[in-house]
């Protein structure tokens, strides 16, 4: 990827010992006001998360219920809202004036910059640029695509989770009609692990827990997540909590700023900077080390008996056999792979013992090792040792990023779709959907590149970025016969395109959308199972951008014609016609159409938590038993997990800032232990390549990183992403859940030819 020219300006300072409430409101509204203007600012902020107006498309972290406030919403959503809002468009005279090698030159945050699309583009088969089409040819160019292939099998349609319920499901309907399940997502390539881990032991793949239980719990647990970059509005649960008199225990390699003290700028005492301080403990554990914790943890808990003994006899299976395993920990191995003395890990235990209510939460930390499956299994051993299921105050949170992630997943958006829900589709549309299992995200990478794959088409996101191996994806993005990319901003995954290339400017959260003639609105789901409805309230940022919603049928309808029997057009029109298919085909749905009416609409049912009944094979919740795994780094290397900065969201790069880790006008850093910077024969401020090895004996290369002292743990460094993307091999990846291994990297270091600056972007 290109280098930024501003690297050049890279400073870096102390970060601070709090999230700072004060900075956080000018950052925001400088912001807003300068991308949107004062009255746009106005409307959208004041709309954003509110009972009657828009969800914030920054992350899933649930709205609250009843009293909200008026400014209800973070830093980083503010600036979600204001990318999507800016003034400055990129329509036809843009394409005109830069061709793709041009582009292919630019920066990812040089990109996003440009403005809002408004026009639809293709690029022509040899074609050096983007040229105007209309929507109808445009539709009509990938029906012709899609009916020319082998088979069905050969198109891959992806989704991102920004995608609204009602797309989600004609997304995936509009796949299975076409005759195939490749239906890749962005969960895979971040709580996959969470997805499979739960479903296997509670009987879902979804967090146990409401927005009150957090408020109500007396230890929480933060294991391998950030809330003060990646969930801001997270915090304000937090700081309710420890008011209720809650503990908090992080669990992280990187003593994160938003987790020591937390300045809330919707309170005068947070503006003033006499915030909440958060962490109780913090365990800077070693990268990977968190199945070795939790088994230690497990084995002190059992042998202390803290435990539920009428919950585990009641509700579980599988415990004598985990008992057993869990006795003989080795705990010289555990000190290995945690780093951290027996003493800390005793005192964390002890802080579960003497907790009645304990809520467990985990994000990316934890699910992009090769393990995490298991590591995700050994907390719910814990919780149900515990009986810290199905109770108030007490469960499992994993924090999702993307705002409708989950969403998407109960819309049926997912490669492995289960038989109850494919039998529900066919009974309702009258056609029998294909059982065999698609690509998930790194399979669809495998078959471009292998050419089983020809078309691909990208319902929002940015692929290219997002995805491990980023030179073996693009390559295999170019490989295709034709791209499709529905899209707000001009990202990389329009560069890195097929022969034919197609890019489709749809409508934003924050606009209103009158598709049929009428103000529609859309559903989401948060990462707490809670469905509610959105609405946009601005004027779109053009006249030609369509939904999502009408994109998807029209393709559907371009592509199938009147021979499927569904009526697209219906749905385009009405989007209340989708919602009741929804209530009587996603299961747990039934009367979404009326119930999503509702005054913050409702909560999907969720028998682990509701009635402490499981939905497994076993019919009760099941402890697992996993090895005990001890990750080696090699002699002269160093295991780097992939990070994001403050000032991004997902592949989003808003600014090159980082103010909680003190990084200023750069992102080009890896953050490095001061042990390592002297092993390792450097100084804080040089300058390195970063060379990740795998078994393939393939050097994947990331250019020019400042080293920055930071106290991470001996052996364990980090870097944002996606520049580091470019490292993590493609087959790299978790087991039983595929998921990338983003968190643990090998790489080694060495000097870089010169530093930042000398790129032009």
């Keep these: 990827m290109p280098i930024d020219p501003e690297e050049a300006k890279l400073r870096v300072g102390p970060p601070p010992d709090h999230a700072a409430g004060l900075a956080a409101v000018r950052i925001s509204m400088a912001t807003a006001l300068k991308q949107m203007g004062v009255v746009k600012t106005a409307r959208n902020l004041l709309s954003l998360n509110q009972v009657d107006g828009f969800d ?3 992350c899933a972290w649930p709205d609250p219920q009843g009293h909200r406030h008026t400014a ?6 503010a600036k979600a809202v204001s990318w999507e809002g800016v003034r400055e468009s990129v329509g036809p005279s843009f394409f005109a004036e830069h061709s793709l090698a041009d582009l292919a030159g630019r920066t990812d945050h040089w990109l996003e910059k440009q403005g809002r699309l408004i026009h639809p583009m293709v690029r022509r088969e040899g074609g050096t640029h983007y040229e105007p089409i209309s929507w109808s040819d445009a539709f009509a160019l990938i029906g012709s695509h899609l009916r020319a292939l082998k088979s069905p099998d050969e198109a891959i349609f992806y989704t991102s989770g920004r995608t609204s319920n009602e797309a989600a499901f004609l997304y995936q309907l509009f796949a299975r009609a076409f005759g195939t399940n490749n239906m890749p997502d962005c969960s895979n390539m971040c709580h996959e692990s969470t997805s499979v881990g739960l479903a296997r032991t509670i009987g879902i793949g979804k967090g146990s827990i409401s927005l009150q239980d ?11 997540q950030n809330p003060g970059t990646n969930h801001p509005r997270m915090l304000t649960a937090l700081e309710i909590a420890k008011k209720n008199g809650a503990r908090i225990l992080a669990i992280n390699p990187l003593p994160e700023a938003g987790l020591l003290r937390f300045d809330n700028p919707q309170k005068p005492r947070g503006l003033a900077g006499r915030g909440t301080g958060l962490a109780d403990r913090l365990l800077q554990i070693r990268s990977n080390g968190d199945l070795a914790l939790w088994q230690a ?13 009428d919950f585990i006899d009641t509700h579980t299976v599988g415990f004598a056999a985990w008992a057993r395993h869990i006795e003989q920990i080795d705990r010289d191995a555990v000190l290995r792979a945690t780093g951290l003395p027996w003493a800390e890990i005793e005192a964390a235990a002890a802080m579960l013992a003497s907790s009645k209510r304990i809520v467990h939460c985990w994000a990316m930390g934890i699910t992009q090792h090769h393990n995490a499956v298991a590591t995700i299994k050994e907390f719910v051993n814990v919780a149900l040792l515990q009986g810290m299921i199905g109770k108030p105050g007490a469960g499992l949170c994993p924090v999702r990023g993307h705002s409708n992630v989950q969403g998407d997943r109960t819309m049926g958006i997912w490669e492995k779709p289960l038989p109850v829900f494919l039998d529900a589709l066919a009974a309702e549309f009258g056609f029998e959907p294909p059982r065999e299992h698609g690509f998930d995200a790194a399979d669809a990478v495998r078959a471009l590149r292998d050419r089983r794959a020809r078309v691909f088409i990208g319902l929002g996101g940015n692929f290219v970025a997002a995805m491990s ?3 073996v994806t693009a390559a295999a993005m170019r490989g295709a016969d034709l791209t499709v990319q529905i899209s707000t901003k001009l990202n990389r995954s329009h560069i890195d395109a097929g022969g034919t290339a197609l890019i489709l400017p749809t409508l934003g959260r924050s606009e209103i959308d009158r598709t049929g003639g009428t103000v529609q609105r859309v559903t989401v789901e948060d990462s707490m199972s809670a469905v509610h409805a ?8 053009g006249p030609l951008l369509r939904s999502e919603v009408e994109i998807v049928s029209r393709i559907a309808a371009a592509t199938l014609g009147s021979s499927s029997g569904i009526p697209w057009a219906e749905f385009a029109a009405d989007y209340d016609t989708i919602r009741e298919r929804i209530g009587r085909v996603v299961p747990g749905a039934a009367g979404y159409a009326e119930k999503i009416r509702q005054d913050g609409g409702f909560t999907m049912p969720h028998p682990p938590r509701d009635s402490r009944t499981f939905p497994t094979p076993e019919g009760r919740a099941v402890f697992t038993v996993s090895p005990l795994e001890v990750l080696e780094v090699p002699s002269g290397r160093l295991v780097l997990q992939t990070i994001r900065s403050h000032d991004q969201f997902n592949t989003t790069i808003y600014g090159l800032d980082d103010r909680y880790r003190g990084i200023k006008s750069g992102r080009r850093v890896l953050f490095i232990s001061a042990e390592d910077l002297a092993e390792f024969g450097y100084a804080d401020g040089d300058h390195v390549d970063l060379i990740s090895e795998w078994s393939d004996g393939v050097e994947r290369r990331a250019e020019k990183f400042r080293l920055v002292a930071y106290p991470t743990p001996k052996g364990c460094v980090a870097a944002y992403y996606p520049e580091t993307n470019p490292l993590i091999p493609l087959d790299s990846q978790a087991a039983e859940s595929g998921t990338p291994t983003s968190k643990w990297v090998i790489v080694r270091l060495t000097s870089t030819a010169e530093p930042p600056g000398a790129a032009v972007a």
């Design 534 to 541: 959105s609405r946009g309230r601005s004027a779109p940022a």
């Design 72 to 77: 209800e919403f973070c830093e980083n959503g």
């Design 297 to 309: 943890i497990g084995h002190l808990l059992l042998a202390g008996g803290a435990i539920d003994r």
């Design 56 to 58: 914030c498309m920054s």
């Design 214 to 224: 957090l408020h109500e719990a007396d230890l929480i647990v933060i294991s391998g």
């Design 469 to 471: 191996d980023t030179e």
